[in-house]
């Protein structure tokens, strides 16, 4: 945007980014690209758990920081007590404005040297290919310019560059400092991924910006049709998503329950709903979601180590040495009078204390490790529920630790359900195998014989259910005569009973896997 201050002209160009931890990489590369940072903070709601961590990723990129009050003029805004949180700044788009144009420095002239530019954005046309936002961080780039990507190791001709201004608007040149977009015929946006370094093919720059890094999944669930012939239409939709989103991650999975589907990786939670509120809305999908799950990694005992995010993929007991898990550090703001229950719920899903800091005299920060494992089901909901909508929660991954997992299998009539097995800790595994087998022998309909339920962790069974057999009554024909004739009849329907067992195999119906996929979200 053009802006003019005391008769002086300047350009100003301004990033909106996401606040949701997910997507926190993206936002510290729109913050490198950056001299300085807009802290908007809502008036009604006060400093939230997000709004630290941005600061944090702002003060690490050393950008100077305003911050700026929003929706004061709500009628549950209340200024005066976010202001003790925050500085307060003044009120109004021109005073913004003049604070950014006097408190932030302008960019360095580097125009001579070899060309450095940071993508921070980027997305797909059909038309067009790939379009990369960049910001020119040394030297000049031209309409025409062969370019290379440094991370991903591709060339390209610039057919088109441009500035935003703020709609696409097509220049020939851009110089250190700058702002801009190119198009280059790119195919994919893992050709051209967020953090990358772009320099001139023949002239390349000595070394890339730092900070690049490759997008890794971190939760993970199986995405089925529910109609088996929408198996084509969903692997095209993500096939198209992909093009958009180069962190997302998805192979074929078959399972013996739903039929044919995909094993998709996702950056989080948030990232994980809004693809398939995507597939489901933009492509007219209707999908089965299992419960998701995180990537372990499996020491073996012939020293490899194995990254598992599957229950089936798991090593065998006696090929396994240890496995860990990844722990996140979590922080969680609240009023003070939701201390208590949010500290009962860090501690009921394995966390381990770090350390609590009021600060204001009503809110504290309260600091928690925690196995991600625990936080992918319903812990953000627990928690809006606990804090009655007024708490915020901020994590962060801190690496892989080791913990006493076990894979829980159930079996019904002695044959294990892949589908339903789950990896899950071992002073959980009674209360979820107690859980799942109760659900099922409500959901599974009744058998000619008699139906063992059980939750196993190796051989040894933890929990177990049985579906009574439904019996014909032999004995109706029998009035009178001697008792040995009815044990005749009772001895051969039992032998019939033994026999069906043994050769006899339960379908286990669609709704009964849906349910107890809804349970495992809810209980692990």
């Known amino acids: 945007m053009r802006y003019v201050l005391d008769g002086e002209p300047f350009c100003l160009n301004l990033i909106d980014t996401p606040g949701?931890?997910?997507?926190?990489?993206?936002?510290?590369?729109?913050?490198?690209?950056?001299?300085?940072?807009?802290?908007?903070v809502d008036a009604s709601q006060g400093v939230e758990a997000q709004t630290l961590a941005n600061v944090y990723l702002a003060l690490e990129n050393n950008l100077e920081i305003i911050p700026v009050l929003n929706k004061i003029d709500l009628p549950g805004a209340e200024p005066d007590r976010v202001c003790q949180e925050i500085e307060e700044e003044g009120i109004g788009i021109a005073e913004i404005l003049s604070a950014i144009i006097k408190k932030i420095p302008p960019p360095k002239d580097t125009a001579g040297n070899p060309l450095r530019a940071l993508i921070f954005d980027s997305y797909y046309d059909p038309y067009r290919g790939v379009i990369v936002y960049f910001r020119v961080i040394d030297g000049t780039i031209k309409k025409g310019d062969r370019i290379y990507f440094m991370a991903s190791g591709t060339d390209h001709i610039a057919d088109e560059i441009g500035v935003l201004s703020p709609n696409q608007l097509e220049v020939d040149e851009l110089f250190a400092g700058e702002v801009g977009y190119l198009s280059a015929s790119i195919k994919s946006v893992a050709d051209a991924r967020v953090g990358d370094t772009i320099t001139h093919f023949g002239k390349r720059a000595e070394s890339a910006l730092p900070g690049y890094e490759e997008a890794t999944p971190m939760v993970f669930c199986g995405l089925f049709p529910v109609d088996a012939d929408q198996f084509p239409e969903l692997r095209d939709a993500l096939e198209k998503l992909q093009l958009n989103d180069a962190a997302l991650k998805f192979e074929p999975e078959t399972s013996s329950a739903m039929g044919f589907g995909f094993r998709c990786g996702f950056l989080g939670l948030l990232h994980m709903e809004i693809v398939q509120e995507r597939l489901e809305r933009e492509y007219d999908l209707t999908l089965i979601t299992t419960a998701p799950s995180v990537v372990y990694r499996v020491h073996c005992a012939n020293g490899e180590i194995v990254e598992c995010s599957n229950p089936s993929s798991l090593p065998e007991p006696g090929k396994r040495r240890f496995i860990e898990e990844p722990f996140v550090k979590i922080e969680m703001l609240s009023p003070k009078e939701f201390i208590g229950p949010l500290m009962e719920l860090g501690q009921e899903r394995r966390g381990i204390f770090k350390e609590m800091n009021y600060i204001t005299e009503n809110r504290a920060s309260i600091i928690y490790e925690l196995p991600l494992a625990e936080m992918v089901g319903d812990f953000f909901d627990?928690?809006?529920?606990?804090?009655?909508?007024?708490?915020?929660?901020?994590?962060?991954?801190?690496?892989?630790?080791?913990?006493?997992?076990?894979?829980?299998?159930?079996?019904?009539?002695?044959?294990?359900?892949?589908?339903?097995?789950?990896?899950?800790?071992?002073?959980?595994?009674?209360?979820?195998?107690?859980?799942?087998?109760?659900?099922?022998?409500?959901?599974?309909?009744?058998?000619?014989?008699?139906?063992?339920?059980?939750?196993?962790?190796?051989?040894?069974?933890?929990?177990?259910?049985?579906?009574?057999?439904?019996?014909?009554?032999?004995?109706?024909?029998?009035?009178?005569?001697?008792?040995?004739?009815?044990?005749k009849l009772l001895r051969k329907q039992a032998e019939g009973k033994k026999r069906m067992k043994a050769i006899g195999r339960v379908e286990v119906p669609q709704e009964a896997f849906m349910a107890v996929l809804r349970l495992e979200k809810e209980v692990i």
Request: proline letters at 3%; one cysteine or more.
């Open 20 to 40: 949701h931890v997910d997507f926190s990489y993206e936002v510290s590369r729109s913050l490198a690209a950056c001299e300085g940072a807009l802290l908007v």
């Open 382 to 487: 627990q928690l809006k529920s606990r804090s009655k909508g007024y708490a915020s929660m901020e994590y962060s991954f801190v690496g892989y630790r080791e913990s006493d997992l076990v894979k829980l299998d159930i079996q019904i009539n002695s044959e294990p359900v892949e589908p339903l097995a789950t990896i899950v800790h071992k002073d959980k595994a009674y209360a979820v195998g107690r859980a799942l087998t109760q659900k099922l022998k409500e959901l599974i309909p009744r058998q000619m014989f008699k139906v063992p339920i059980q939750a196993c962790i190796g051989a040894k069974v933890i929990a177990s259910e049985s579906l009574s057999a439904i019996r014909k009554d032999v004995l109706a024909k029998c009035y009178g005569g001697d008792i040995t004739r009815k044990k």
